[in-house]
């Protein structure tokens, strides 16, 4: 009841399809962990959600009346974020590496360690997803640009409204198809 699932995934979704359009910009390699990564962003959130729903209302709360960066609200009331979480439980899954720090560093690229470009499309794919609507995971504000993960990520500003026309068609296909029998 904390948050609308639907929403939710089509949120990872979006996410998943800008990050791999974002890869493909780039020509980079295995374009499907970039969509992979993208879905499995905000997967930490999902853990919180189930296992500490108590403290989620509270934090949700805290979050209605004074909005701010939800990561931030759960670090400060936590003690931990969704990003640290879905990081974490990566590892535990033994998902490579790659994935688990696209996956923790999502919020704060500049923190990636091994892959620094991920992070940073995952990043970019994730403020592009939530300004474009699609779908929500819970967050009230676009997250703010990081400014190294836009110089790491090499795209200029005009590489955006190809990717939002090719985004805005693939996501309507593919919600289509997911959520057909609905």
Same mark, same amino acid.
Request: charged letters at 25%; proline letters at 5%.
């Given at each position: 009841?904390?948050?609308?699932?639907?929403?939710?995934?089509?949120?990872?979704?979006?996410?998943?399809?800008?990050?791999?359009?974002?890869?493909?910009?780039?020509?980079?390699?295995?374009?499907?962990?970039?969509?992979?990564?993208?879905?499995?962003?905000?997967?930490?959130?999902?853990?919180?959600?189930?296992?500490?729903?108590?403290?989620?209302?509270?934090?949700?709360?805290?979050?209605?009346?004074?909005?701010?960066?939800?990561?931030?609200?759960?670090?400060?009331?936590?003690?931990?974020? %969704?990003?640290?979480?879905?990081?974490?439980?990566?590892?535990?899954?033994?998902?490579?590496?790659?994935?688990?720090?696209?996956?923790?560093? %999502?919020?704060?690229?500049?923190?990636?360690?091994?892959?620094?470009?991920?992070?940073?499309?995952?990043?970019?794919?994730?403020?592009?997803?939530?300004?474009?609507?699609?779908?929500?995971?819970?967050?009230?504000?676009?997250?703010?640009?990081?400014?190294?993960?836009?110089?790491?990520?090499?795209?200029?500003?005009?590489?955006?409204?190809?990717?939002?026309?090719?985004?805005?068609?693939?996501?309507?296909?593919?919600?289509?198809?997911?959520?057909?029998?609905?």
């Amino acid at each position: 009841d904390l948050v609308n699932m639907n929403s939710f995934w089509c949120h990872s979704l979006g996410c998943g399809i800008v990050a791999r359009l974002l890869a493909g910009k780039r020509k980079e390699i295995a374009l499907e962990r970039y969509f992979l990564a993208g879905v499995l962003h905000d997967i930490g959130r999902l853990l919180i959600y189930q296992n500490c729903g108590d403290e989620m209302r509270r934090v949700l709360k805290s979050n209605l009346e004074d909005p701010r960066h939800f990561y931030e609200v759960e670090k400060e009331q936590l003690g931990f974020n %969704h990003p640290e979480v879905g990081g974490l439980l990566l590892e535990r899954w033994k998902i490579p590496s790659i994935l688990a720090e696209m996956v923790s560093c %999502h919020h704060q690229p500049e923190n990636a360690r091994e892959y620094p470009l991920g992070p940073s499309l995952v990043h970019i794919a994730d403020i592009i997803a939530h300004s474009l609507q699609l779908g929500n995971s819970g967050d009230l504000l676009v997250p703010a640009l990081s400014p190294v993960a836009w110089k790491q990520s090499g795209l200029d500003p005009e590489d955006l409204e190809m990717i939002f026309e090719q985004v805005q068609r693939q996501y309507d296909d593919l919600i289509k198809v997911i959520f057909q029998n609905e």
